[in-house]
Antibody, heavy 123, light 104 residues
Framework: QVQLVQSGAEVKKPGASVKVSCKAS????????INWVRQATGQGLEWMGW????????GYAQKFQGRVTITRNTSISTAYMELSSLRSEDTAVYYC????????????????WGQGTLVTVSS | EIVLTQSPGTLSLSPGERATLSCRAS???????LAWYQQKPGQAPRLLIY???SRATGIPDRFSGSGSGTDFTLTISRLEPEDFAVYYC?????FGQGTKVEIK
């Protein structure tokens, strides 16, 4: 069965960086995009960026441009999201999610999600 | 950039009742692009509907989606206890702010 398993909770100081991993299993890792979505406590979902694990191509939300980097290691079917220059507003649960086109055109949804990784930014 | 506005913010209903959730887009959206998710406390979101009206694998048929252009609807025909949750609509990189369905 398809699974995305993320790394554990992190506590970071303002200005530091955090790197969260997302290990895929149950499908061919290079066949589907990996996206990163975050959610602050009590808030909605915020898309951060995507990566094509086959090509390594990436795209980022404008809000995070220059601060977020998504990479992968295909040999271990793992994607990574690194967020730098952390501030208190970055405290959130970070999810990886598999992106799929279940219908034609620009139809794009997230069919499998990781369990989430809580990142706390505090001095 | 498209904005998705969901209403109401909170819906208070009893088990067995019908729930109707709205998602309005700031510009016309091809119906193929609209998806809905359910999220329970402490859990990741779960894909319910894609392409505006197609149920994802394993989703009960009490969940249905409809709409076109700028107005989309998620309907839960008869609420089960496990359906009380927050629901989000999504078009590619954009999510609505969510509608909470709570027990009345």
């Amino acid at each position: 069965q398809v699974q995305l398993v993320q790394s554990g909770a992190e506590v970071k100081k303002p200005g530091a960086s955090v790197k969260v991993s997302c290990k895929a299993s149950g499908y061919t890792f290079t066949s589907y995009d990996i996206n990163w979505v975050r959610q602050a406590t009590g808030q909605g979902l915020e898309w951060m960026g995507w990566m094509n694990p086959n090509s390594g191509n990436t795209g980022y939300a404008q809000k995070f441009q220059g601060r977020v980097t998504i990479t992968r290691n295909t040999s271990i079917s793992t994607a990574y999201m690194e967020l730098s220059s952390l501030r208190s507003e970055d405290t959130a649960v970070y999810y990886c999610a598999r992106g799929v086109k279940l219908c034609g055109g620009d139809c794009y949804s997230f069919d499998y999600w990781g369990q989430g990784t809580l990142v706390t930014v505090s001095s | 950039e498209i904005v998705l506005t969901q209403s109401p913010g909170t819906l208070s209903l009893s088990p067995g009742e019908r729930a109707t959730l709205s998602c309005r887009a700031s510009q016309s959206v091809s119906s193929s692009y609209l998806a809905w998710y359910q999220q329970k406390p402490g859990q990741a979101p779960r894909l319910l509907i894609y392409g505006a009206s197609s149920r994802a694998t394993g989703i009960p048929d009490r969940f249905s989606g409809s709409g076109s252009g700028t107005d989309f609807t998620l309907t839960i025909s008869r609420l089960e206890p496990e359906d009380f949750a927050v629901y989000y609509c999504q078009k590619k990189w954009t999510f609505g702010q969510g509608t909470k369905v709570e027990i009345k």
